[in-house]
């Protein structure tokens, strides 16, 4: 039996669902009071279209994420450099760690709203664990450096979301001071990858 397209009112559902929960997400003060019944009404669709086409409110923000990181994913497995795998990895790890703490800047509450929907370990999330394993491949590259795997996750523990929404929203540090701190810690803690006599 072949594929079934989807019909087009779906199509048209699902990106109106996306687009008004995007917005929702980027404008609210906590993600954690944007629901469903929001995203309805501001998509113009019954809640019942939301349940069919994401499942539950988890569903639709992995999908929503998984749309907006879908650009920086595709740079980092077959772009150019700094992020494709062609670059030297002394220049493409910070700079993988540097797109996604910019892609969390840009979308905290979204990535909040992610990692709080309390739908088991984030570090076992499919968008985690992809990360991760590009890090720890690229890390893997590195002559000396010992246990990638532990530094893929020590590296990216610093783009959380949480400790992102932390810096910005409580510290008042900026975004370029992020993105400085960021590249200081991992040059020292790739620096820091020669023996000790």
């Not at 990535?111 to 893997?140: D, M």
Request: aromatic share 6%.
């Amino acid at each position: 039996m072949p594929d079934r397209k989807p019909r087009s009112d779906a199509t048209r559902n699902r990106q109106a669902v996306l687009a008004a929960a995007d917005t929702l997400f980027a404008r609210c003060e906590s993600p954690e009071t944007v629901t469903m019944a929001d995203i309805a009404a501001a998509a113009g669709v019954g809640k019942a279209t939301l349940f069919r086409g994401f499942g539950d409110r988890t569903g639709l923000i992995h999908a929503l994420y998984e749309m907006r990181l879908a650009p920086i994913r595709l740079a980092a497995e077959e772009g150019p450099p700094p992020l494709g795998p062609a670059t030297p990895p002394l220049q493409r790890v910070p700079a993988l760690l540097d797109a996604v703490l910019c892609f969390k800047i840009d979308n905290r509450h979204l990535a909040l709203a992610l990692e709080g929907t309390g739908a088991g370990s984030p570090y076992a999330a499919e968008h985690y664990t992809r990360w991760h394993s590009t890090l720890q491949t690229a890390l893997e590259r590195i002559p000396g450096l010992t246990d990638s795997s532990f530094t893929a996750h020590a590296l990216l523990a610093a783009t959380r979301a949480d400790l992102v929404e932390h810096l910005i929203g409580r510290q008042r540090m900026t975004r370029e001071q992020m993105r400085a701190q960021l590249t200081a810690f991992t040059a020292r803690v790739l620096d820091s990858r020669a023996p000790l006599d």
